[in-house]
């Protein structure tokens, strides 16, 4: 009988990437194991939902995934948070019935992505969330996530989340989007590839004019204020570079503003087994370097999605397609000439894939003038509540590198490890130091997420401790 802790492939994360990954090696015969902190496969993007209302925002696509997943040899581990993964790939996971540990010979990445707010004071309100919030609250509960919504920050998650806003019954009352007529005009040839997606973001911006709401191009949110919970937006127009002229000040009342800057890869996992990294900025921030089939520099290691480079899900699932393939291959479970013959389509897909992506991503992705207004008391890390002007003395003080900020300010020290602020304090470092690549990321270590003690160690006192009886005299 196998081991039921010893699988050929590991795979975490169970959106598109990770549940194409973990089918494809299955397909050729390697056992395979999947990880996700979910309860359900599907990631961010086809949240499964958890209440009648919330199954009525639910994705087809999201439905499909997840059947195709359960007719498959995958063994899944779901609803397990991960907090070490090591060498030789041991994966060391808190579920339901507690601790948990696997060892694989082979691992995917495929750890999807998180959002970027560029910070702007009042952002740490009660009533400010982030645009993947508001997606949780309406895809998994139906439920809008206010009377009164602005939603602003940068790209096309602005229609998606107004538009389903709508549709549930909310009230927006406005939309602020970063990006000018001109810069969409720019988009669209890029956007006109992938035509059932082009009609998918027409059909948002058709039912947000349909509710007239007021839609403010190059414009964003400088300021949120409220005694103890939102209750007015700041928003100003901008000028080419992103610089927000205030003298144009206006404000917008509101109880709660769903904002987000584009988003960036979750890539944990690869630097923690310190593979080698790029700054790829119109992909995210720092991606791991891979071949064309997502094999990272570690050997046996590969990345996959949006936590590799933001793409999409239509793209993340070829790479994951891709990364799955490539681990049986090198594991001996398929003939190269297999491979290759079931990479062909995926390989032409995402050279299609590339140009509509390319533009979403650019359309994402903070404008230089945005970073360097960043009033200079705001907070940058929220956790540890270090502000602009902290970041900025350590520089001063010495500080060249994200690393050095962190061990100055204790900035990413904080429960979400960096992962709010990274971005944005090694841009607010670069103004002063020169190049992103020199400022590096947050050295990776485990815990990868936040875990009680007690759950790991379990409750005992002093009488459960072995103490060894003395040695004789």
């Not at 406005?174 to 992938?194: E, H, N, Q, Y």
Request: proline residues 7%; positive net charge; aromatic residues 4%.
């Amino acid at each position: 009988m196998s081991d039921p802790t010893v699988f050929d492939l590991a795979v975490i994360g169970a959106g598109p990437a990770g549940c194409a990954a973990a089918i494809a090696a299955a397909e050729a015969g390697a056992r395979v194991v999947l990880f996700d902190e979910q309860e359900e496969a599907g990631g961010q993007i086809y949240r499964a939902p958890r209440t009648p209302a919330g199954r009525a925002c639910v994705e087809r696509d999201g439905e499909t995934l997840r059947s195709t997943l359960a007719a498959s040899d995958v063994a899944l581990r779901l609803g397990r948070r991960i907090w070490s993964v090591t060498e030789r790939f041991r994966i060391d996971a808190l579920g339901p019935d507690g601790p948990e540990t696997v060892r694989a010979q082979a691992l995917v990445a495929a750890t999807g992505a998180y959002e970027r707010i560029v910070p702007f004071p009042g952002w740490t309100l009660p009533g400010v969330i982030g645009l993947a919030a508001a997606t949780v609250l309406l895809k998994t509960e139906g439920r809008v996530p206010g009377r009164r919504i602005v939603v602003a920050g940068a790209g096309p998650l602005l229609a998606a989340v107004a538009a389903k806003i709508l549709a549930a019954g909310g009230c927006v009352v406005g939309l602020v989007d970063v990006s000018s007529p001109a810069d969409w005009l720019r988009a669209t040839p890029r956007l006109a590839t992938k035509p059932s997606l082009l009609a998918q973001g027409a059909a948002w911006a058709a039912r947000i004019a349909a509710a007239r709401v007021p839609v403010l191009f190059g414009h964003a949110v400088v300021a949120a204020e409220g005694e103890t919970a939102l209750t007015r937006v700041g928003v100003a127009p901008l000028s080419r570079n992103g610089a927000p002229d205030l003298a144009r000040l206006r404000w917008e009342e509101a109880d709660v503003m769903a904002v987000g800057n584009g988003l960036v890869p979750g890539g944990e996992i690869a630097k923690v087994l310190r593979a080698e990294h790029v700054h790829v900025p119109e992909r995210g921030g720092w991606v791991p370097k891979r071949d064309r089939w997502g094999r990272t520099t570690i050997p046996r290691l590969y990345a996959a999605g949006d936590g590799a480079g933001i793409a999409g899900a239509g793209p993340a699932a070829r790479t994951g397609r891709l990364a799955g393939l490539a681990a049986a291959h090198d594991l001996g479970f398929s003939g190269a000439e297999a491979v290759e013959v079931a990479g062909r389509t995926a390989f032409r897909e995402a050279g299609r894939d590339r140009r509509f992506s390319d533009a979403v991503s650019r359309l994402m992705m903070p404008r230089a003038g945005q970073i360097a207004a960043v009033p200079a008391e705001t907070v940058v890390c929220r956790c540890e509540d270090v502000t602009r002007a902290e970041i900025e003395e350590a520089v001063q003080a010495g500080a060249r590198t994200l690393d050095q900020v962190k061990a100055f300010t204790r900035c990413g020290m904080g429960p979400c490890q960096g992962r709010m602020c990274g971005e944005t304090a090694g841009d607010i470092v670069t103004l002063q130091v020169g190049t992103r690549g020199a400022v590096g990321w947050w050295t990776g270590r485990p815990p990868l997420r936040p875990v009680p003690l007690a759950d790991l160690v379990g409750t005992f006192d002093y009488g459960d401790i072995p103490v060894p009886k003395p040695a004789p005299l």
